[in-house]
């Protein structure tokens, strides 16, 4: 990581959804601390939007609850804190109103800054009305930057109609969609793994690879997103924008640079060669599940149903899928990915299980030695482990045993480490695309994702029932169980 952090032109900010969890939580935050570390300019300006009213006074009072509630209180000073309030602006404004819009103008139109980031921390469906007041007010200049949250569309027609909208207001180049697992630390390691590791990227192939495991483990519940998430479920939620961007830059070729379209360019090659499902590899390959109420140390953990106070749903808290990617690389080997809410623990990472030695040579071993891996955590206590099999020393012959070696990037680097959300933003500002999806990266993995929501339908299928706090259904177990393998982790 470079100690040399890059000052950026100053910018102006605008933050749609200012008083929603997600900025308040993630955003504001983000700012505070590149602002802190000497990234973002003192004269950067950032407009925070609401629909209530609120004075300047109740606003100050607001957001330093907020930056208590959020950033830790090691990392808060009031000096550092005071410099961003200065230059944080409250404003009413409801999205569907148009004069609202003119008063905003009004506010960026004094003392401009050339960079202007809009940020749509707001449902999907009012993106395109967003985009639309914003170029018919005049406020959308050449240097403009739009960001959108995911989902982007409930599916391929909504995410076509929402972009088409979007794109009739400015350029592709000024779109960043996020994805916030694109700016951890580990996962932007896992390019230079391979592309700077001669002898991972020898390896990185069905010659040597077993298959590869992606999972995204939480121990919460819907919690307050019960609204959106009965109608999205695992896939739509984490499938088709996180999972799939994993599984892409593990199996992407090298580009040609680390340039914007190059790497989204061998992205997209991943996502258009998915296998494609049908309706009998769905039943084959993917399981689907609902966490119900079980008990964890003495304490009632509720059901999903409970959770969102429904008596009946059909909605998946968990899913997984054994994807193929269908290429040269790939040939044969499995992916398997995984994501549910109430699972048993809370980690999300990558495994990249190596085939064992075609012979062993140590005879008298009570079972055959394990095979290499490479474990990538993602989150938390990013870290990256590659296990291989050494001697336990001691006489009588020898005994194997695998090891880890670890590279934990707090113990080598010895910093704070910028969370997802600072990198993206700084991204957004200084024009960097690299690590936001291009329209036809999106549109691919709804197409893919669509076929999985088409047999469900057509197969009538309903979700598999599994315990709070437990590791899923047992038919997720299985689907590697029929392969003659297990999931990496606490199932071992």
Request: aromatic share 8%; charged share 25%.
């Amino acid at each position: 990581m470079s100690t040399k952090i890059k000052k950026l032109s100053p910018s102006d900010i605008v933050i749609f959804g200012g008083t929603g969890d997600l900025s308040r939580r993630k955003i504001i935050p983000a700012l505070y601390y590149r602002l802190r570390d000497g990234q973002l300019p003192d004269n950067s300006r950032v407009f925070i939007l609401g629909r209530q009213a609120m004075s300047d006074e109740e606003f100050t009072a607001t957001s330093r609850k907020w930056a208590k509630e959020f950033i830790p209180a090691k990392d808060l000073n009031d000096i550092d804190w005071q410099r961003l309030a200065a230059n944080m602006r409250y404003h009413q404004l409801d999205a569907k109103n148009a004069a609202d819009y003119k008063s905003l103008g009004a506010l960026l139109k004094d003392k401009p800054r050339k960079v202007r980031v809009f940020y749509l921390s707001t449902p999907a469906d009012i993106f395109s009305l967003i985009c639309t007041t914003l170029t018919e007010c005049g406020l959308m200049t050449p240097d403009s930057r739009i960001v959108l949250e995911k989902p982007i569309g409930y599916d391929l027609e909504s995410f076509t109609a929402i972009n088409n909208a979007v794109l009739t207001c400015c350029r592709e180049e000024q779109i960043y969609r996020i994805d916030h697992y694109l700016g951890k630390e580990t996962v932007q390691n896992l390019m230079v793994l391979r592309f700077a590791n001669n002898m991972f990227e020898r390896m990185w192939n069905a010659d040597a690879i077993d298959h590869v495991q992606i999972t995204v483990a939480e121990e919460i519940g819907v919690g307050e997103r019960y609204s959106y998430y009965d109608n999205a479920g695992a896939l739509r939620d984490m499938v088709q924008n996180h999972l799939l961007q994993l599984l892409c830059l593990v199996a992407m070729e090298p580009p040609a640079a680390i340039t914007p379209d190059s790497v989204r360019d061998e992205k997209l090659k991943v996502l258009r060669a998915l296998r494609p499902v049908t309706d009998r590899s769905a039943k084959q390959d993917i399981v689907r599940g609902q966490y119900r109420e079980a008990m964890r140390g003495g304490e009632t953990l509720p059901s999903y149903l409970k959770d969102i106070n429904v008596e009946k749903s059909d909605t998946e808290t968990f899913i997984a899928i054994k994807v193929h990617v269908d290429n040269w690389r790939w040939a044969g080997i499995p992916f398997y990915i995984r994501t549910g809410k109430r699972l048993k623990d809370r980690y999300s990472e990558i495994v990249i299980q190596f085939k064992p030695v075609p012979h062993s040579l140590f005879a008298g071993q009570e079972e055959a030695p394990a095979s290499n891996k490479l474990i990538i955590r993602l989150q938390p206590d990013e870290h990256v482990g590659l296990q291989v099999i050494t001697k336990v020393p001691g006489p009588g012959g020898y005994r194997l045993k695998p090891v880890r070696l670890n590279l934990s990037l707090a113990e080598e680097f010895g910093e704070r480490f910028p969370d997802a959300y600072e990198r993206l933003l700084m991204d957004v500002v200084r024009g960097n695309l690299t690590l936001f999806m291009r329209s036809d990266e999106v549109e691919a993995a709804w197409i893919w994702t669509e076929q999985i929501l088409t047999a469900w339908k057509n197969n009538k299928s309903k979700p598999d029932m599994y315990d709070a706090a437990s590791w899923g259904p047992e038919t997720a177990h299985s689907l590697l169980a029929h392969d003659g393998r297990t999931w990496h982790g606490g199932e071992e």
